[in-house]
T-cell receptor, first 116, second 113 residues
Framework: GAVVSQHPSWVICKSGTSVKIECRSLDFQATTMFWYRQFPKKSLMLMATSNEGSKATYEQGVEKDKFLINHASLTLSTLTVTSAHPEDSSFYIC????????????FGPGTRLTVL | AQTVTQSQPEMSVQEAETVTLSCTYDTSENNYYLFWYKQPPSRQMILVIRQEAYKQQNATENRFSVNFQKAAKSFSLKISDSQLGDTAMYFCALLASNYQLIWGAGTKLIIKP
């Protein structure tokens, strides 16, 4: 149980285009979903926290117009990188906590974004 | 502010040896949760072990155990009989009151055959 999927697992796009990453909780309802960015050999950096039906809360320094987060249901959150540029290339990870288990986060497998 | 510190950027041991990874943290909360996560080359985050601060007994999961010293704010991970598959990045994390995880910088563990 407690499986989180991400799609796509990797994506390559041209500079200036937008890319959408989906995060789904497959077998549970997620109270909250978290989006992280991870640079090579570095720790996870929290970008934003989202709750179903409300606006995401962004961490300081994260551009909300660049990284659009939508949390339309209790099982789906999306991250859209708008007008992507090479510096947006990174590994993006989502996680979710369940209504029944709020004290643990379940992680998706991550999405590798490469912007050419 | 809540912080998590891992002071060992990289460690390596021979297969079958025991290795201990260090983690210290700071929080003003009285009840909290601490975690060790493993991130293998696939980059999937895997929960290794968790500890609830109000429980005095150290958590154990098979070959993995923790030494939780609440007064010293220390939370080390011991891996016994290390295996090649244990090679990974290991992250220590503290769950904040708003359910966000505070992460350490990570320790790269290499198990040598």
């Amino acid at each position: 149980g407690a499986v989180v999927s991400q799609h796509p697992s990797w994506v390559i796009c041209k500079s200036g285009t937008s890319v959408k990453i989906e995060c789904r909780s497959l077998d549970f309802q997620a109270t909250t979903m978290f989006w992280y960015r991870q640079f090579p050999k570095k720790s996870l950096m929290l970008m934003a926290t989202s709750n179903e039906g409300s606006k995401a809360t962004y961490e300081q320094g994260v551009e909300k117009d660049k990284f659009l987060i939508n949390h339309a249901s209790l099982t789906l959150s999306t991250l859209t990188v708008t007008s992507a540029h090479p510096e947006d290339s990174s590994f993006y990870i989502c996680s979710a906590n369940a209504l029944a288990v709020p004290n643990e986060q379940f992680f998706g497998p991550g999405t590798r974004l490469t912007v050419l | 502010a809540q912080t998590v510190t891992q002071s060992q950027p990289e460690m390596s041991v021979q297969e079958a040896e025991t290795v201990t990874l260090s983690c210290t943290y700071d929080t003003s909360e009285n009840n909290y949760y601490l975690f060790w996560y493993k991130q293998p080359p696939s980059r999937q985050m895997i929960l290794v072990i968790r500890q609830e601060a109000y429980k005095q007994q150290n958590a154990t999961e098979n070959r993995f155990s923790v030494n939780f010293q609440k007064a010293a704010k220390s939370f080390s991970l011991k891996i016994s009989d290390s295996q090649l598959g244990d090679t990974a990045m290991y992250f220590c994390a503290l769950l904040a009151s708003n359910y966000q995880l505070i992460w350490g910088a990570g320790t790269k563990l290499i198990i040598k055959p």
